[in-house]
């Protein structure tokens, strides 16, 4: 199973604000606020001189969008409690505040890197 498919799999789960409201890349069309989008930034092997290790760090930007800020932040609360106890090893590696004009909404965006 890809890493994209575990994350997606772990954020679904109904333990945050979004629900299953959870999409790659971008939301569809009038989608039901709040909701978490997901993109891969980039994913490396770590190899060795003797070869490949197996191992891939892979960063994943994680987006939460809310129509109330404070709403947009709680969430992004809970999606790190969640990558917290995540089995795969993750850590966070930046947070951003934004306001989306286009679409009036608040957004908070964390990448984390992945070890899988």
């Known amino acids: 199973m890809s890493i994209q498919n575990q994350l997606f799999t772990l ?6 604000l979004a629900g299953a409201r959870i999409y790659p890349l ?3 069309d009038g989608v039901v606020r709040p909701y978490i989008t997901y993109q891969r930034i980039f994913s490396n092997s770590e190899n ?13 930007q994680i987006d939460m969008y809310a129509l109330i800020y404070f709403d947009a932040i709680s ?3 809970q ?9 795969v090893q993750n850590v966070s590696l930046l947070s951003r505040d934004f306001y989306e004009d286009a679409v ?13």
Do not use: C, E, Q
């Open 11 to 16: 954020l679904s789960g109904g333990a945050t």
């Open 26 to 28: 971008t939301a569809p």
């Open 48 to 60: 060795v001189l003797s070869g490949s290790t197996n191992l891939f760090n892979t960063r994943m």
């Open 75 to 77: 969430l992004a609360a």
């Open 79 to 87: 999606v790190d409690s969640l990558m917290s106890s995540w089995i």
């Open 104 to 116: 009036k909404l608040f957004r908070v965006s964390v990448d984390y890197s992945i070890w899988h």
